[in-house]
C-alpha cells in the first residue's frame, strides 16, 4: 500500500513569507502528527490531529497551525517565516495513535533565506 | 512529563560486530517505548516497541530491546551488523493513557565500517 506522502520534498521561502506543507496519510490511518527536526534541537512534536480534530499540541508559537480534511490528509502552515524556522518537515500517520506505531513520510526540507 | 537520553551521540564499530545503542527515559508515569531509524534522505522507520509483557522485544532487519524498569532504560542489540545498517536512530517513549505524543531523543549516529 501506499505510503505516507509529503509535498512538497524541498522548498525555499524568504523570511516573512508564510508556507504550507501536505501530507496525505497511509489509507485508514485517522491520526496525522507533525515534528520538526534541526540539528540542534532533534525532532520536537507540533500537534496531532485526529478525526479533523487537534488532539495535541506541541510548545511552538501561533505562527505554526495545521488542519486536517475529512479524508485524513493534513496540511500545516507557517506564516511570517523565520531564519530558524529552517528545518525537515515530518509527517506521520497512525491508525489511531503514537501507541500503534507511526508511519513516517519522507519530510519537506524547508529553507528561510 | 517525560525525556529520553541517548547515551551516545555516535556509535562507529566494524561489519559483523555486536552493538548496543543505550537509551534511558523519565516518566512519572508507565510509559510506551519504541525505536526509530532514519537513513539519510528519509523520514523515520519504526524498528520496534514495547507496550506490555515480555520485555525483551524483537524487532526488524535483526535488532531487539529489552525493557529494564528498574533502569528506566531500553537499549538497542544486534549481535552482527552490516554496512546497511548505517544510519542513525533514535528512542522515543510517550506516556500510558496520556497524550500519547511522542518524545524523542537526540538521535545516535551507527556507522558501519568494513
Known amino acids: 500500500k501506499a505510503g505516507v506522502t509529503q509535498t512538497p520534498r524541498y522548498l525555499i521561502k524568504t523570511r516573512g513569507q508564510q508556507v504550507t506543507l501536505s501530507c496525505s496519510p497511509i489509507s485508514g490511518h485517522r491520526s496525522v502528527s507533525w515534528y520538526q527536526q534541526t540539528p540542534g534541537q532533534g525532532l520536537q512534536f507540533l500537534f496531532e490531529y485526529f478525526s479533523e480534530t487537534q488532539r495535541n499540541k506541541g510548545n511552538f508559537p501561533g505562527r505554526f497551525s495545521g488542519r486536517q480534511f475529512s479524508n485524513s490528509r493534513s496540511e500545516m502552515n507557517v506564516s511570517t517565516l523565520e531564519l530558524g524556522d529552517s528545518a525537515l518537515y515530518l509527517c506521520?500517520?497512525?491508525?489511531?495513535?503514537?501507541?500503534?506505531?507511526?508511519?513516517f513520510g519522507s519530510g519537506t526540507r524547508l529553507t528561510v533565506v | 512529563a517525560q525525556s529520553v537520553t541517548q547515551l551516545d551521540s555516535q556509535v562507529p564499530v566494524f561489519e559483523e560486530a555486536p552493538v548496543e545503542l543505550r537509551c534511558n527515559y523519565s516518566s512519572s508515569v508507565s510509559v510506551y517505548l519504541f525505536w526509530y531509524v532514519q537513513y539519510p534522505n528519509q523520514g523515520l522507520q519504526l524498528l520496534l516497541k514495547?507496550?506490555?509483557?515480555?520485555?525483551l522485544v524483537k524487532g526488524i532487519n535483526g535488532f531487539e530491546a529489552e525493557f529494564n524498569k528498574s533502569q528506566t532504560s531500553f537499549h538497542l542489540r544486534k549481535p552482527s551488523v552490516h554496512i546497511s545498517d548505517t544510519a542513525e536512530y533514535f528512542c522515543a517513549v510517550s506516556s500510558q493513557g496520556g497524550s500519547e505524543k511522542l518524545v524523542f531523543g537526540k538521535g545516535t549516529k551507527l556507522t558501519v565500517n568494513p
Open positions: 506521520a500517520s497512525s491508525l489511531e495513535g503514537s501507541n500503534y506505531g507511526y508511519t
Open positions: 514495547y507496550l506490555s509483557g515480555s520485555t
